[in-house]
């Protein structure tokens, strides 16, 4: 059975940071491209960052480049999404995803979700 936990969200001010992390188990992660995705209530879930399965690849939403990095930890089975810079509009539910497609900013194109971690920035 394929598990992703999120942790580490939370309530932060704007201009702090969080990291979140995402812990898989019951596939090879090493065999996924891996991504983040957000969602606010009443909208879309939105395409934040992707990484190939070896981590050299990186792809990130216009609007969290040069703030937000993704990497990942093959030999334990984690991603990482460190977000710096918070803005109140980063504030949503964010998500982990694995993908074994070529495409990585489609929600539709990733196998499997974990529940979420909620984000929250107050301005």
């Known amino acids: 059975q394929v598990q992703l936990v999120e942790s580490g969200g939370g309530l932060v001010q704007a201009g702090g940071s969080l990291t979140l992390s995402c812990a898989a188990s019951?596939?090879?992660?090493?065999?996924?491209?891996m991504g983040w995705f957000r969602q606010a209530p009443g909208k879309e879930r939105d395409f934040v960052a992707a990484?190939?399965?070896?981590?050299?690849?990186?792809a990130y939403a216009d609007s969290v480049k040069g703030r937000f990095t993704i990497s990942r930890d093959n030999a334990k089975n984690t991603m990482t999404l460190q977000m710096n810079s918070l803005k109140p509009e980063d504030t949503a539910g964010y998500y982990c995803?694995?993908?074994?497609?070529?495409?990585?900013?489609?929600?539709?194109?990733?196998?499997?979700w974990g529940q979420g971690t909620q984000v929250t920035v107050s301005s």
């Open positions: 019951g596939l090879t992660f090493s065999n996924y491209a």
């Open positions: 990484l190939s399965r070896t981590g050299r690849t990186t």
């Open positions: 995803a694995a993908n074994r497609r070529t495409d990585v900013t489609s929600p539709a194109a990733y196998d499997y």
